[in-house]
Structures are given as structure tokens and as C-alpha cells.
């Protein structure tokens, strides 16, 4: 069993910051890529930020230069640091992570539960 936890969600102006946290936890043997991905009300799901095992990022052109994607390989853990958010920014936030389990043959991907920011103007 493998999970995906994250934290880090609320409420917060325009201009502000929130910094968004995603635990993976079970029988994990290795994680390749992980990354953030959002929803917002009547749209598709979207890639916001990527991060693969050797620390090399992507981000969506929307984001480039406000938002930071890292992680902590020893903990599993992916951080997402959302700076200058806009109403735009305003979705339920998902992570996701590409894993491979001490049953599996092959990386499969997970998702946590998601997690919900608002930015108000």
C-alpha cells in the first residue's frame, strides 16, 4: 500500500504565499518523478511543476518564476513554494508521483487526496 499525503492548503490575497508539502509513505522501493498538478472548477487537470529523482524541474509557463518545486529524496517528500499567487492560482492542488514498489515491475503513478488553495483578490 502506498499513500500520498499532502498539506499545506488554505486561503490566502493575492500577492501572498503558501507552500505546499506531499509525503509518500508504504512500500515504496524508488521514486522517479513527482510533481504538482491542479484543477480548477470547469477545466482540465494540469501540470503545474515537475521534479525527477536527479533534481531537474519543469514548470507551466504560468507559474515560471514565482512558483518552486523541490524535494527531499530521503523523506519521500515533495514542497511546492508558491510565491506572488494569483486568483488565478485558485484550484485544488494534487501530487503526484511515479513509483516503484518492492511488488511492482514497473514505476506506477499515485496521486494524494488533494489539497485545496484560494487565492482572493
Known amino acids: 500500500q502506498v499513500q500520498l499525503v499532502e498539506s499545506g492548503g488554505g486561503l490566502v490575497q493575492s500577492g501572498g504565499s503558501l507552500r505546499l508539502s506531499c509525503a509518500a509513505s508504504?512500500?515504496?522501493?524508488?521514486?522517479?518523478?513527482m510533481g504538482w498538478y491542479r484543477q480548477a472548477p470547469g477545466k482540465q487537470r494540469e501540470l503545474v511543476a515537475g521534479i525527477i529523482s536527479g533534481g531537474t524541474t519543469n514548470y507551466t509557463d504560468s507559474v515560471k518564476g514565482r512558483f518552486t518545486i523541490s524535494r527531499d529524496n530521503a523523506k519521500n517528500t515533495v514542497y511546492l513554494q508558491m510565491n506572488r499567487l494569483k486568483p488565478e492560482d485558485t484550484a485544488v492542488y494534487y501530487c503526484n508521483a511515479k513509483i516503484l514498489t518492492s511488488w511492482s515491475v514497473r514505476h506506477y503513478d499515485y496521486w494524494g487526496q488533494g489539497t485545496q488553495v484560494t487565492v482572493s483578490s
Open positions: 508504504g512500500s515504496i522501493f524508488s521514486i522517479n518523478a
